[in-house]
């Protein structure tokens, strides 16, 4: 996965940290038996995904690879194998 640079992108890392928040949010307010402090938390987690995903539509995340690369990539990674 090091080569491929799967994830390092700015929708990626914005995404995770989003989400990681709204984790430790949803955590605390577990710890605290606090219901609506924690479904808050879940609302954060939720709202890390779609900002990573606007942020890909918005052409800061990974683009994706023509089919002629993907299908060149499929045939070394076989051919490696053998």
């Known amino acids: 996965m090091a080569g491929s640079a799967h994830g ?30 924690f479904w808050a938390g879940i609302a954060v987690i939720v709202l890390g995904g779609v900002v990573g995903l606007a942020m890909k539509a918005a052409g800061l995340g990974m683009p994706k690879e023509p089919e002629h690369v993907a299908a060149a990539r499929a045939a070394a990674s076989e051919k490696a194998r053998v």
């Open 8 to 37: 390092h992108t700015p929708a990626a890392w914005t995404g995770v940290i989003i989400s990681f928040i709204g984790f430790c949010i949803a955590g605390v307010f577990m710890v605290a038996a606090n219901v609506p402090g």
